[in-house]
C-alpha cells in the first residue's frame, strides 16, 4: 500500500510494516496507526504516523549502543500486547534529534514495545531507574565499545 | 498491598458495587506523573524534528571496530 511519509515523501510498504498502537504513544493518545520504515540512515528506522504525515520519529533499537539494556516494564503491560517472552517483542527507543545531531538522545525510560506478530505496540514506562529519557547516543556508544 | 508501599482496602460494598480505597505516598504518585510528563515532552521533541538532521550524522557510526553486535534486523 501507498502511504505518505514526513522523511520519503509518497512511498510503498507492506501490511507488515503497519504497526497498531492501541493507547497511541504518551503526547500522542489519538494516533493509532503507524507504518515502520527503515531509515536511509543505518541503524535508523522510522515510525511514521498514518494518521499526521507531519508526525514521525526517528527510532533506535537500545542493544545498539547499550547492550546491557533491558525494558523492566510492569508485566501486566507486557500482557497487554499479548507478550508472553523477550522473544514476542521488539524493542525501539525514540530519538531526539537536536540542532547539534552529534548530541541526538535516546529516550530509554519510555521505550515502545511491539509484539512481532500481531504487530500490536504501545509506549511503557520501564521501572529500572538507570533509564533516562535522554541518553547521548554517541557518548553510550563509545563506551559500549570501549568495553567490549 | 501492592510492593510495600501502596495499599488497597474496601471501602464499602453497596450491592455489586465495591468502592475501593488507595493508600501511596504522594512520592509514589508524583514520581509517576513526573516520568509520564517527562516523556510526553520528550516525543513532542522528537516528533518536532525536521528529517534533515538525520543525515547529518552519516558516517558517524562507521568505523574500525563498527557498531557493537546488536539483535537481528529481520523484524518478521
Redesign the interface.
Known amino acids: 500500500m501507498k502511504v505518505r511519509t514526513k522523511p520519503y515523501g509518497e512511498m510503498e510498504i507492506s501490511d507488515r510494516q503497519k504497526i497498531s498502537f492501541p493507547r497511541g504513544i504518551f503526547g500522542f493518545e489519538e494516533l493509532r496507526e503507524f507504518a515502520l520504515l527503515d531509515a536511509r540512515q543505518a541503524p535508523f528506522y522510522w515510525l511514521q504516523s498514518l494518521q499526521r504525515v507531519e508526525i514521525a520519529f526517528v527510532l533506535i533499537e537500545p542493544h545498539f549502543f547499550r547492550p546491557d539494556y533491558t525494558p523492566d516494564v510492569e508485566p501486566a503491560e507486557l500482557q497487554e500486547i499479548g507478550i508472553d517472552s523477550p522473544d514476542d517483542m521488539l524493542v525501539f527507543a525514540i530519538v531526539t534529534i537536536p540542532e547539534d545531531s552529534s548530541r541526538m538522545t535516546a529516550n530509554l525510560q519510555g521505550p515502545l514495545l511491539i509484539n512481532r506478530r500481531s504487530r500490536v505496540g504501545r509506549q511503557s514506562i520501564s521501572a529500572n531507574p538507570r533509564w533516562a529519557v535522554r541518553h547521548i547516543i554517541l557518548e553510550e556508544l563509545a563506551l559500549a565499545k570501549r568495553g567490549a | 498491598m501492592i510492593g510495600d508501599q501502596v495499599e488497597i482496602s474496601i471501602v464499602d460494598i453497596k450491592g455489586d458495587q465495591v468502592k475501593l480505597g488507595i493508600n501511596a505516598p504522594s512520592q509514589v504518585k508524583v514520581y509517576?506523573r513526573e516520568?509520564?510528563t517527562?516523556?510526553?515532552?520528550?516525543?513532542?521533541?522528537?516528533?518536532a524534528?525536521s528529517?534533515e538532521?538525520?543525515?547529518?550524522?552519516?558516517g558517524?557510526?562507521d568505523?574500525p571496530?563498527g557498531?557493537?553486535?546488536?539483535?537481528k534486523k529481520e523484524?518478521?
Open positions: 509517576r516520568v509520564y517527562a516523556i510526553q515532552e520528550e516525543n513532542r521533541a522528537a516528533a524534528a528529517p538532521r538525520l543525515p547529518q550524522i552519516e558517524l557510526f568505523g571496530s557498531p557493537p553486535e546488536g539483535p523484524k518478521a
